[in-house]
């Protein structure tokens, strides 16, 4: 970057850039959860009994609580990521009023 843009600029397309990343990691942890449910409903559905193990039941019920909790932290990354742009925003609005 050159030195005439403004440190808030820079730290502004930062932040963006850091919301956009978390956005697709959000995406993506949030497809891959559905699609697990998705998967374990239709094995459900089967009615079919002891095609799945046990063990395999627990482990993608397991692996689905680690992919919902990692989604809830990517949504909190998030949150907290659009916070710092609002606040850049309004920083850089009273800066430009000046």
């Given at each position: 970057?050159?030195?005439?843009?403004?440190?808030?600029?820079?730290?502004?397309?930062?932040?963006?850039?850091?919301?956009?990343?978390?956005?697709?990691?959000?995406?993506?942890?949030?497809?891959?959860?559905?699609?697990?449910?998705?998967?374990?409903?239709?094995?459900?559905?089967?009615?079919?009994?002891?095609v799945v193990s046990p063990e395999r039941v627990q482990f993608l019920e397991t692996e689905n609580?680690?992919?919902?909790?990692?989604?809830?932290?990517?949504?909190?990354?998030?949150?907290?990521?659009?916070?710092?742009?609002?606040?850049?925003?309004?920083?850089?609005?009273?800066?430009?009023?000046?």
């Open positions: 970057m050159s030195d005439s843009v403004r440190p808030e600029v820079a730290a502004f397309a930062e932040l963006e850039q850091l919301v956009k990343h978390l956005g697709d990691e959000l995406a993506s942890f949030r497809r891959r959860a559905l699609q697990a449910e998705a998967r374990i409903k239709s094995l459900e559905s089967t009615g079919v009994k002891g609580a680690g992919l919902t909790s990692r989604l809830d932290a990517a949504r909190a990354r998030t949150q907290q990521m659009i916070d710092r742009v609002r606040f850049l925003r309004q920083q850089h609005d009273v800066a430009g009023a000046r």
